[in-house]
């Protein structure tokens, strides 16, 4: 079975070992979450209902400085 493709990404905030301004290789399911949490820019995998955004987006805290 083929290994699914690594998605680019270019790290708007710091995630983990993945450092803002830093291009990094993803697979798809992570990057889409990266995306959709407004962590990184790049291309999503599939379209995502509103409902799957809202999913995404309810799951994280923010913190503000």
Known sequence: MARP???TLLMINSVGEHVAGTQVKLDPDEADRFILMGYAEGELSREFSDEE?????SDHQEVSI
């Open 5 to 7: 493709k690594k998605t």
């Open 53 to 57: 955004r809202n999913a995404f987006r």
